[in-house]
């Protein structure tokens, strides 16, 4: 249950990214396509930690300072798992070159680095919990 809460999560974070970008392009006047991904990504990762922090791992607080090395962490984490995610969808599009390759590499590695990002931050940064 644990890891459907944390995909199902990862879809709403996502959606929220998106709908942000949306929101930014619509309304920012000057640099809309760079502010608006940086915006979503901004939104969806506190989105995100937030859930996973409360609904996935129940996570207690532990100070600001113990708080900051999880946020890092985490944040650490998804940069590594998005480059995975990067990684199969560029390498499926250099190999086929078609949409249909790009959207499979890009479904699988989505789908390895989430699963990877599930043990990671069970296992380094939400790790008090005892399952």
Do not use: C
């Not at 940086?38 to 937030?50: E, P, R």
């Not at 600001?64 to 890092?72: F, P, W």
């Amino acid at each position: 249950m644990m890891f459907v809460r944390y995909v199902l999560f990862a879809v709403v974070a996502t959606l929220a990214n998106l709908i942000t970008q949306e929101v930014v392009i619509r309304t920012t006047p000057v640099a809309p396509l760079t502010l608006s991904i940086f915006m979503g990504t901004v939104a969806g990762f506190v989105l995100k930690y937030v859930l996973d922090k409360k609904w996935v791992f129940e996570d207690e607080y532990g100070g600001h300072r113990q708080e900051l090395q999880k946020i890092t962490l985490y944040g650490a984490f998804s940069v590594l798992t998005t480059l995975i995610f990067w990684g199969f969808e560029v390498t499926f599009w250099m190999i086929w070159q078609t949409d249909l390759a790009k959207y499979t590499g890009a479904v699988l590695g989505l789908a390895i680095g989430y699963a990877a990002k599930f043990v990671l931050d069970r296992t380094f940064v939400f790790k008090e919990r005892q399952a």
